[in-house]
């Protein structure tokens, strides 16, 4: 077969997998002035899956979702959402940002914050009823938060706040979750009841891809990885991927042998 033809036939099986895939990203390039804060990352995310984005501190990972999402302006790429452009299938998807690039002085309470993720389906300027309140308070007993629905959110701590914005995104009832950092700066606690809830999503064939920092329960938590660098170091099961040689690649081989070993890598 020739080249040509071998090019076109792989085109068609990356097409025939994008229509099925949470996510398929092709040559996504972000760049930040003159600085490429990620470069031609392919990556593809099956459906049913639960997927870390790992990395050194400023690899880029936070930086591919929100180029993913169109959050920040790619430079270069192409992005597919089962198959579609993002605004075809915003519906299916919920995204959970950082904690520290939210304003969290703004007056709302803990069920007005869940209440957001259901403007999809209500409308922008339609009234709440009861069954919307229900739905709601429903997501916050999911994430341990019931008590706290008249709390203002400025008043919450950091773990408490993850929650909710949490359950705001289990509010949009999506097929695909994708969180920014969601195990940072909150207690032991909160974390286990995230990967909890997590857990069942993907339980119940929901998508979920995390960018996760705590290489010590990548293991424990998913069942694959996606390694970066800027560029993309490798992609796939946990078994076969998190290795201590991409580990190494990916870090720039800053990281110790001895912490290399208290993985239990296989």
């Not at 049913?48 to 591919?64: E, H, L, Q, R, Y």
């Not at 709601?136 to 008043?155: E, P, S, W, Y």
Request: charged letters at 25%; aromatic letters at 8%.
């Amino acid at each position: 077969m020739s080249n040509a033809k071998l090019v076109a036939e792989s085109g068609k099986i990356l097409d025939v997998a994008a229509k099925d895939a949470p996510l398929t990203v092709r040559g996504l390039t972000v760049s930040y002035g003159n600085k490429p804060a990620v470069f031609s990352v392919d990556a593809s995310i099956p459906a049913g899956s639960m997927t870390a984005i790992i990395g050194p501190n400023g690899a880029g990972k936070s930086t591919f979702l929100k180029g993913a999402l169109g959050i920040v302006p790619r430079l270069s790429g192409e992005v597919r959402i089962f198959g579609k452009l993002f605004e075809d299938a915003r519906d299916r998807v919920a995204y959970v940002p950082q904690r520290a690039s939210v304003d969290w002085d703004f007056p709302a309470r803990v069920i007005d914050v869940v209440l957001m993720g259901l403007y999809g389906s209500v409308g922008l300027f339609r009234l709440w009823r009861a069954r919307h309140r229900e739905q709601a308070m429903d997501c916050l007993k999911r994430v341990g938060m019931v008590d706290f629905a008249d709390r203002q959110i400025g008043q919450l701590s950091g773990g408490q706040q993850q929650r909710v914005f949490l359950a705001r995104a289990l509010a949009q009832n999506a097929e695909f979750y994708l969180l920014d950092e969601p195990f940072a700066g909150v207690d032991a606690a909160t974390e286990r009841a995230i990967v909890s809830v997590l857990k069942e999503l993907k339980a119940e064939g929901r998508t979920v891809v995390c960018v996760h920092h705590d290489l010590s329960t990548v293991a424990e938590y998913f069942d694959r990885v996606l390694l970066i660098n800027v560029r993309r170091i490798a992609e796939g099961p946990v078994k076969t991927t998190f290795t201590a040689e991409n580990l190494q690649e990916t870090y720039g081989g800053r990281l110790a042998t001895t912490h290399i070993d208290e993985l239990h890598l296989a």
